[in-house]
């Protein structure tokens, strides 16, 4: 069973490891390098430093000159990379010696060359370099490039979490405006998918219906007093309410994949269509038919304007060719909404469904029985309602 996580954690999780990976690589190249490349440096430190020393030395050893031989040890061990340096001769007997003041490292190279002049060995001479300086400069250098690898990574860690929350969290959102079930979901993409694949079709299946046509289900909306209104209203007022109107009826259409169609004079028509009957398209349509009855009640609040609007719903499967057979069956599911509307008292919802019963119905919301495959809608399930609450508000907030 997959654990269920949040992607604002998987993410900033799968980032972080990906920083790891890359910084103990780095490190065992880094690492590697640096350490060969201080053993060449003390190497070629200690070579250089004898054969300068052999060679400022080798005449003043010929001419037993002690004292220029002890010059030239001094200034060779003034060198901080260079602890001592002696010179023995063929015996084995120190001649002369410079050491440099203090403890003795723990971590020295010694080097020795014998002194020749003429083929002739005249004596030997001892350098012992302190190596430690060499190796911690190439130690700095790794050092620097970890704490620079732990910066990169909390930057980058922290920056895709802020990231993450933010743009996951706009996916939730979008996901509870979406119809359907809040389950349990591995991550929000899996909740995203879950949410939005019932009200898609696939392209294969659109090509294969279209010849055979689609499910429709047409929503016609009744203003009662539509009469009173315009005897209330003076012309300005009553254009900007009709204007809002259309305008609330189109953002909602938008938010429920609609198709508005034209109606009679206080009607307001539109359809949703499926490649199938299925409760979950009958469920998106009564979803969409809800909050515009909502919205439209509170425009009419704000505006100071009673509407007086019945809601019907009718289904059923239309050709999309011939276009007339298309256009001819519209109209007959127009005409079938209108009167289903008329029977309607103000403020209802009505549904004709031939497909469904209403125990088979009671799985997507709460209906009444009415007429022969006609149910008023009296409410749907507590989620549900909160789902719809919050896609209300959305709508409040584009329109009004």
């Known amino acids: 069973m997959y654990r269920r996580y949040s992607m604002a954690i998987k993410l900033p999780v799968a980032v972080f490891f990906a920083c790891l990976i890359l910084g103990f690589l780095s490190t065992i190249l880094l690492s590697s390098y640096t350490s060969k490349l201080s053993n060449d440096v003390v190497m070629e430190k200690s ?14 050893l010929f001419n037993e000159d002690t004292i220029s031989v002890q010059v030239a040890l001094r200034r060779a061990t003034a060198d901080q990379a260079i602890f001592s340096a002696s010179v023995y001769d063929n015996d084995n007997q120190l001649i002369a010696q410079s050491k440099t003041a203090g403890d003795k490292p723990d971590t020295l190279e010694i080097i020795s060359r014998d002194i020749e002049l003429q083929d002739t060995q005249i004596g030997t001479i001892y350098v012992a370099v302190d190596s430690q300086p060499i190796y911690q400069q190439y130690r700095n250098v790794l050092f620097s490039w970890l704490l620079l690898w732990l910066l990169f990574t909390a930057l980058c860690t922290y920056l895709c979490h802020q990231f993450a929350e933010q743009f996951f969290r706009r996916i939730l959102i979008l996901t509870s405006r979406l119809p359907g079930t809040a ?93 199938q009957p299925s409760k979950q398209h009958l469920l998106v349509c009564l979803m969409a038919v809800y909050s515009l009855q909502q919205l439209l009640e509170r425009l009419g609040g704000e505006l100071g304007v009673d509407l007086e609007i019945n809601w019907a719903l009718c289904s059923d499967d239309l050709p999309s060719l011939p276009l007339f057979s298309f256009h001819e069956g519209l109209a007959a599911l127009k005409h079938q909404s209108r009167d289903l509307s008329g029977q309607l008292q103000e403020g209802l919802i009505g549904l004709h469904t031939k497909e469904y019963d209403i125990d088979q119905l009671s799985s997507i919301a709460r209906f009444q029985s009415f007429d022969d495959n006609c149910f008023i809608l009296q409410g749907f399930p507590e989620e549900r309602q909160k789902l719809l609450e919050k896609q209300i508000l959305h709508l409040v907030r584009i329109c009004l």
Not at 47 to 60: K, M, P, T
Not at 204 to 233: H, I, P, W
């Open 47 to 60: 070579e250089l430093s004898v054969n300068q020393l052999v060679e400022l030395i080798r005449s003043s």
């Open 183 to 275: 389950e349990p979901m591995i991550d929000e993409i899996s909740a995203l998918e879950a949410r939005i694949q019932p009200l898609l079709a696939s392209s294969s299946s659109a090509d294969e219906n279209s010849s055979t046509g689609y499910y429709y289900s047409l929503v016609c909306a009744t203003v009662k007093n539509r009469q009173r209104l315009n005897a209330q209203l003076n012309r300005e007022n009553l254009e900007r309410l009709l204007d809002k109107i259309d305008y609330c009826t189109q953002r909602a259409l938008e938010l429920y994949g609609g198709q508005r169609v034209e109606g009679g004079v206080g009607d307001i028509c539109f359809y949703i269509r499926s490649t």
